[in-house]
């Protein structure tokens, strides 16, 4: 495939952007190669500069539910924009949005609009120390929250150590209240609790984790996250920045039965545009300023763009969405694993209703970042490159996951997937 106009604008962008991008995944460093620079998308497809066109299943990382250019959305942004783009003063369109959060998410009774994930999860982790006092939290190995300073944080020498910096610039003194366990690991949660349980304000876990590629819970790991913090005077917060509105109307606090104190969103409530949220029960929320005294503040949060593009897209959405998305993920995932068989690729896919992860392994379960790690990341690399070239764009990295749009059409794109992974296989076998 001729990516020329690509290739020209990467070494233009890489002179004024830093990797010539504005977020590392997007640099391809994960899978090699220069990136590929978009000019239009629609329903399942993007289409590059130079008029390539791609059956796509990042969706902006997820934002894109219903797919690109969703009308309502589209519209909904247009005729918001005609009034303004923004007042830095309170609107109705976001009184709209966070009703329809909480009338979707029983757990949460009062949301705080920002503009990312990143300021939902550092702004809620604000909020648990502050209501507790305490000064630890708990977050998971291959758990990403976005690059708040106090979640670039690795696992010490072990559970029980304390949190080193994961990243330069991120303080010693703050990284040591981080610990970090293992993904679905129940008794390190436990142990960690029994260390440091009247010490630790929250714990902050993806209930489906999202950023090693998508592992989904155990039966009984987000239970005893829910006992440990109940039991010790934590609080729990979901970060359901990916799973929000993904898995589920009401997320995979729905799907798992798990009544989070803090959930935070994004993604799909900004429909495209940029958004983040955090919400849980009044009590707890009220203790934000100007109610109370924990301060949190953003100059764009609830701009109306946003809140009207979240609206229209969260306002189209019911059971029947989730049902025929779970229906297109298991077709997709049913067909990639047939021709795996067929070509005698070890293959796993970890999936749950509209996101999925493929990870080139012979064993029969992917549950934890180890497991992850133990997947041959040179064969997605080959893969990555090989279905880009038949037409089909996937994350440019192992760890990430895959989304499917209601707009992607079983007797259409997904079998002209399959049917791409087909040939694929045969040449990787
Ligand atoms: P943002 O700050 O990127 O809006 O959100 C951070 C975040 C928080 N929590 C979860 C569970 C997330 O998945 C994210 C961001 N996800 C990555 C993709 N896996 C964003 C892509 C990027 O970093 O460019």
Redesign the pocket.
């Known amino acids: 495939m001729e990516r020329k106009q690509s290739d020209l604008l990467f070494a233009r962008a890489s002179k004024v952007l830093v990797g010539g991008v504005n977020?590392?995944?997007?640099a391809f460093k994960g899978v090699g190669g220069t990136p590929i620079f978009f000019e239009r998308a629609d329903g399942p497809y993007l289409i590059d500069v130079d008029g390539n066109r791609y059956i796509d299943f990042v969706a902006s990382?997820?934002p894109m539910l219903r797919g690109y250019s969703y009308p309502e959305v589209v519209d909904a942004i247009q005729e918001q924009a005609a009034r303004t783009t923004s007042f830095g003063a309170p609107t109705f369109a976001e009184i709209k949005l966070a009703e329809l959060i909480c009338s979707y998410v029983p757990t949460i009774e009062k949301v705080r609009m920002v503009n990312?994930?990143?300021?939902?999860?550092m702004s809620a982790i604000r909020l648990a120390r502050g209501i507790t006092g305490r000064d630890k939290i708990v977050k998971f190995e291959g758990?990403?929250?976005?690059?708040g300073d106090a979640l670039l944080v690795k696992a010490g020498s072990g559970v029980l150590t304390l949190g080193l910096p994961d990243s330069p610039g991120v303080p010693q003194d703050l990284a040591q209240h981080t610990l970090t366990v293992p993904y679905n690991d129940i008794d390190a949660a436990k142990a960690v609790f029994d260390a440091y349980g009247d010490a630790i304000a929250t714990v902050i876990v993806?209930p489906i984790a999202?950023?090693m590629g998508c592992v989904p819970p155990i039966a009984g790991f987000l239970e005893t996250l829910r006992e440990l913090t109940t039991n010790h005077g934590a609080l729990l917060i979901l970060?359901?920045?990916?799973?929000g509105f993904r898995v589920a109307q009401g997320g995979a606090q729905a799907l798992y039965d798990i009544q989070p104190d803090l959930t935070?969103l994004?993604?799909v409530i900004g429909g495209g545009m940029?958004v983040?949220a955090f919400g849980g029960r009044a009590e707890f929320m009220n203790q934000l300023a100007p109610e109370g005294p924990i301060y949190q503040s953003g100059t764009l949060s609830g701009n109306p763009l946003a809140m009207e593009a979240g609206y229209a897209l969260l306002q189209s959405l019911n059971s029947h969405t989730y049902a025929a998305l779970a229906r297109k993920t298991n077709h997709l995932v049913s067909g990639i694993n047939d021709a795996a068989r067929s070509h005698h690729i070890d293959l796993h896919i970890n999936h749950v209703c509209g996101m999925f992860s493929m990870f080139f392994t012979s064993q029969s379960t992917v549950t934890c970042f180890a497991d992850v790690m133990a997947a041959d990341a040179e064969r997605y690399r080959m893969f990555f490159h090989a279905m880009l070239d038949e037409g089909v764009y996937f994350a440019p990295s192992p760890f990430?996951?895959a989304f499917v749009s209601t707009s992607h059409e079983e007797n259409h794109q997904l079998d002209a997937t399959i049917a791409a992974v087909d040939r694929v296989f045969a040449r990787l076998a």
Request: charge should be negative; avoid cysteine; hydrophobic fraction near 20%.
């Open positions: 977020s590392p995944v997007r990382w997820g990312s994930g990143t300021e939902a999860t758990g990403f929250h976005g690059h993806e999202g950023n970060d359901e920045v990916m799973t935070t994004g993604k940029p983040g990430e996951s």
